[in-house]
Structure formats: structure tokens, C-alpha cells
């Protein structure tokens, strides 16, 4: 049965129409009555959207379209009879016979009134079924010509309609008075109904069902099957009435357990309150009592004494009492508006900066300039710094020394395998362990709005389906944005535009666009042997004695064996290496004093050996008695390095072949070399038909090392030139720089690391570009002293500056 049981049968009786003659309920005369009427077969069809209409049964309607309003006021004017008929679509908005069930009920209209909301309503009763045969007019409003439909009804002394009867009117006596939103006038109503067929119609109407099953009811002539889907629908409403109490008894008697608790609790805190010892009152007094002192704006405070209302109406009890406090204290432990004062003394800046890195002029001048501006301005916006560098290169330490000449706090997050959303942003406080993202932790570590926080190894960010932590980063790196960072936990923005991020990365290419977009890019090179050297002077070797205990007098290395350290034991662009074989001598020195052995403290070169094994030879430099072979220079992930391209003719077809596990680029470049050596053939005074009766064959040694990239160019086309003139390179002769076919000599990169690889192999005369002369006035003098440079543009230039005069 519906909830709203009376809408459809009481409503007339209970202040619509006070008139009894109104009343629903019909007696077998009146019935017996209704079927003898006589109705017109072409009547006005209103379609009706969420109810069907059965005979007998009287139902109000609250008219919503212009063309039911217009059927309903022309018909009250006549005969007031109308066809009603069920919509199939609920949602149809102006319906068409074809969206119209084919079997309707006659109905004469009651009473038309008119709302105080200005609405109409009308009142109509049920008398017959009819069918659709024909429609006959669309507008205004639909007619159609019908065939009315007769029942098959039982047999007066049918014993099985008596029990259907009794059965019917039971289970809708029992819903009604199970059911606590049916009104007990409803009870009233269908304890006086006494015809059957009356009894099933009107609770086919009003019963709990949608409007394609009471249409399923109503297209059933036969009134036995009729009835019996009714006791069938009734029996299912009637049981899942009976689960719906259950539970909701079963909740009501929770309830009240729970409110019993919350009584007893109450007791409890008012005796706790007489004694002066409230726990919830005591965290309410800390709260504000820390509050006081926060520095934060009207949005931030107004929060938080929202929130702290909150916590004074829960009980302490239950869990989210400790979720709600820790929230508050994340609040209070923030640093909002709290910012340490910046040290602006440049000359002291400059001291730790230089004091603590060797090199990394670039960096340091870029601090410099940051505290430069700010102390004349007063105020800006900090940087985004990306250090981009191969591996211990002092990337990270870095960020501790822009800290202490700052005079900052100092703060570090590891970015390497992070790959959720949350680890940024953090988590709904709604959640069970929720907690603020990395960036809101660390700052309230820091206890500072403005630390300078190192975003370390960015380019190790991971993702998942917990989302992507480097689109996340986006508004903490944006300089525009991050005045307003949300992090999901505070549920509030926290001002990061003073903070001072300095982001980490080995390599760019996996940074994001966009990410990278917004931080200006610091390179940090790989150190040189001398460098290196000097590192390990200042600031590995004393790190190392004092991690060993040993004093400077107990272990002296010198230049030379720092020298022998780096070139043989280590391979790497940074010092960590380097620092793990000082740590090795310093041990290897340790246990010699701990267990009283007789020992030189100087460590010299020969004592290596011992300590750290076999190392490995850097490619020396070797003689050109031979034509065909060059030394070139190289730069590598680690260092600059020399190598030796050599070639060999035999003769053949003018077949090409190239070894040593080249790259693509140094293979075209071969190429290159030897179609530009054809072209201009008559510089060496080759004759053109040498090209085609020799095989040449070029071949760069280490062979299981890869080599790439364009600077051996010019390397190659002096080897090819050497090969087929028989000229000698000059000895103690290195060079770099890449070919085009028109002969021209084109800059290369990383001239540094080449020159003083060039250097350690005793090399005197090194052939470059023109456009490399700036990089090499770039580089500290002592580094280039006694080397002569050889700028060129084209490669006659190389050719008649590498090769020996040829002899008579």
C-alpha cells in the first residue's frame, strides 16, 4: 500500500470537499448502478503521467498542460465524461496517441477547483473500461472513437472468489496497520467496502505498485486473475514490510544504547567538571591558549575556532574526537606568518659558499644575486632553482649551504619513487589515517614560512592510479601560484611564495614540461682532475680523519697520490667514489695506529697498490709514427678523455669499414670525412682513381666502449688525409670539432674536460674551432698553461696545420 494512502481517497473528505456525497467509498447498488450507465463511444482523452484509473475508484489530478486544462474545463461544461489513459513514457511532456496505453477507464468529472496557488485541480471517478479503436482529433486536445470492455466476473455462489475476497481485505488491513505513515482512516475506509469488484479496483489503485504493473491490473478482464495478482502483490508488500520493522527496530534499540552511553557520558563529564579534572576542557583551554600566540589571518582564525566548536560538542569517546584534535593541532603547529629574518651580509654569504663547494662559480653567482636583490628590494619572491647534474656533484649539500648563508632554516625532501597524489597535496581529513602532504610537513618541522626547502632527486618522481605527484608540484613550483597553496588535509591555503625551493635532477629529460617550465635551470658540470683534487685537499680528506679519528700528522697524502687516486680508482663525474677510497686509506691508517705497527704517514703512490688494489691506466698518449693515426678528444659522462682514430687502406673496391662500436652520428661522420677527402682530392695531390682501388678501414680502440656524438670530425678526416697521402700527424697534436661537406669546422661541446684531458696525456698544440675561443678563455689560466690552441674554420686549415710536410 502507499504511503500516501490517503491521497487518493481521503483527500476529498479531509479538506478539499467537506461534502459527503464526495466520500470514495461505493455499495454494491451504487456499483450495479454505474454499469448500467450509458456512455458516448467518441470521448476526450486524457492522458494521465504517474497513476491509473480504475472504476469506481474517485482520484484527485493536479492539472500541469494547457491541453488538459482546456479537455477538463470544456468537458465540466458539458457531459463532464472523459477518457482517461496512461501514459507507456512518464517523462513525455506532450504525448501522442501512440504514446498512450490502448486500454483506458471512462471517468465523470467530480468537482474542478481552482488552488490558492493558482494551480487547478479535478476530481474525477472511474465508471468503465474502454479500449482506443480509432483516434480522431489531435488538438486541442485528443479524441478518440472507443469500444468499451466488459468483465468476467464469478459466479455469485464462487467460494474461491470468498476467499480471495477475505484475503485481499486482511493483508491490506495488515499493511495499513503495520505501515505508520497509512492513516487509520484508511482502515475505516476498506472495513465498509462490501462489493469484491469495488475492493480490488480500489486497492489496485492505491497499493504500493508502479504504474505499468496497475496498468497490468487494469487490462486484466478477468476479474479472478485479477484479484489473485492482487493478493500476490499485497503477500510481497506485506512481508517486506515486516523486514523493514525488524531492522528498524533492531536500529531503534542501537539508539538507544548509544543514547543511554551518551547520558552516562554526560554524567561523567559534569562529575569530572565538579572535580576540576575535565580532559575535554583541559584540550579546549591548550588549544586557544596556543591559539593566542599564532600569527595567522581572519580566514585562517575564523577556521580554526569553527572547527574548535566542533570539538567541544563531540564526545571524547568516539573516534572522531581524535581526529578533529589532531587536525587542530596541525593548525597550531604551522608556521603561518611565522618567517625567519634573511642574513644579508653578501662578503659572508660568499665565505660559506665558497668555504663549503670548490668550483660552481655559476651557482654561487646566482645565490649572490638572489640575496643582492633582496637586500635592495626589501621584499620578493623567492627563485626555483634546478640544480641539473650528473651525481655527486654537491647538488643537495648545496641547499644546506644556501641555508647558512642565508641564515635560514634548512629543510629536505626526497622525491625518489613517490608516486601519490596524497604524498603532495595530502588527504581528506574524512579519511582514517589521514594526514597533510610532505610539503605542509616539512614546513611545520621547519617551524618557518620561509626555509629553503631542496626538492631532491625530481626527476625520480614515479606515478600510479593514485594520481601524478609531479602535477601536483606544479602549483607548490609556480611563483604565481604557490601564494595560495590547498593542501587537501588543512583545508585551507597556505602562503609558500617566500619559501626558497632548490629542486635536484640527474636528468631533465624525464622532468615534466610544464614542471620544468616553471624552474630556472642551474647546470653544475662534473668536476676536472684538478678540481677534484682540490675537493679532496679541503674537504674530503679532513671530513675523513676526523670520521677515523686520526689525526693530519698520522696520514699525509699528497698531490701526486690524490693525482694517482683520481685518474686509476675512480670513474665518475662527482667525488663520492673518491670520498669512499679516502675513506679506505683512512681505515687502512686506523687500524695500523690502533694495533701499534710501525708506519710512514706520507701514503705515496707505490703504497696504493697495497691499500686499494690494481687500478686502471688512463689512455695515455702515443706516438704518431705511423700515417693514418690522430689523437681526438673526447667528453665524457665522467671527465674529458683523448682517443686515437686510426685508418688503413688495402686494396679492394673503395669499400668502407668502420669499428670500435660507433654511434650513428660518428658513423656519418665518416661518411663525411671521406666523401669530403674525394671531393677535394686535389689538395694531397691524390689522384681520383686511389679512391676506388682502396678499401679503407677506420677503427677507434676500447672497443667495448660506445662512442657517439660529432666532435671526432675533423679527427677523421685528418686520419683519412694521413692515410692516403702518407703524411705523418704532428706529434703531441690532439683535436675536436665537427665537419659539414661544405669543409667547414664547427664548435663542439664540453672544450673544458677535453683541454684538460689533453693536458694530463702531454699534449702541447690542440686544434679547435673559432667559435670554441670564447670556452677556452672560459677556463682559469693555470688550467691551459702550455698548451698552444689552433683556431680554424675550415678544414684545409686543419689539414695543412696537422700533417708533416710530405717528405722528397
Known sequence: MKDSFDNSTLIVSSGVEEDAEFLPLMSQDDEDNMNKEVFPEDLPILPLRNNVLFPGVMIPITIGRDKSLKLLQDANSGKKIIGVVAQIDQDEESPEFNDLHKIGTVAQIVRLLKMPDGSSTVIIQGKRRFEIVEPNQTEPYMRAKVKFLSEVLPEKDDHEMDLLFRNVKELALQIIKDSPNIPSEAAFAIGNIESPTFMVNFISSNMNADVKKKQELLEELDFKARARLVVEHLTLESQLLEMRNEIQSKVRLDMDRQQREYFLHQQIRTIQDELGDNPQEQDVRDLEERASKKLWTKEVSKLFYKELSKLQRMNPQGAEYTVQLNYLDTLLDLPWNEYSIDNLDLKRAAKILERDHFGLEKVKERILEYLAVLKLKGDMKSPILCFYGPPGVGKTSLGKSVAEALGRKYVRMSLGGVHDEAEIRGHRKTYIGAMPGRVIQHLKKAGSANPVFVLDEIDKLGRSNHGDPSSALLEVLDPEQNSSFYDNYVETEFDLSKVMFIATANNLSSVQGPLLDRMEIIEVNGYTIEEKI????????????????????????????????????????????????????????????????????????????????????????????????????????????????????????????????????????????LEFLKAHSDWLDLEQELFDEKNVHIHVPEGATPKDGPSAGITMLTSLASSFSGRKVKKNLAMTGEITLRGEVLPVGGIKEKILAAKRANIKEIILCERNRKDVEEITADYVKGLKFHYVKKMREVIDLALEKKEK
Open 534 to 673: 682540490e675537493i679532496a685537499k679541503k674537504h674530503l680528506l679532513p671530513k675523513q680523519l676526523e670520521a677515523h679519528g686520526i689525526t693530519k700528522k698520522q696520514l699525509v697524502v699528497d698531490r701526486k697520490t690524490l693525482e694517482r687516486i683520481v685518474e686509476n680508482y675512480t670513474n665518475e663525474s662527482g667525488v663520492r667514489g673518491l670520498d669512499k677510497k679516502l675513506a679506505k686509506l683512512a681505515r687502512h691508517r686506523a687500524k695500523q695506529v690502533a694495533l701499534e705497527e710501525k708506519f710512514d704517514e706520507k701514503i705515496d703512490v707505490e703504497e696504493l697498490t697495497t691499500i686499494l688494489g690494481a687500478g686502471r691506466e688512463r689512455t695515455k698518449y702515443d706516438n704518431n709514427d705511423v700515417p693514418g693515426v690522430v689523437t681526438g678528444l673526447a667528453w665524457t659522462s665522467v671527465g674529458g678523455d683523448i682517443l686515437f682514430i686510426e685508418s688503413s687502406l688495402t686494396k679492394g673496391k673503395g669499400k668502407l669499414t668502420l669499428t670500435g662500436n660507433l654511434g650513428d652520428v660518428m658513423k656519418e661522420s665518416a661518411v663525411i670525412a
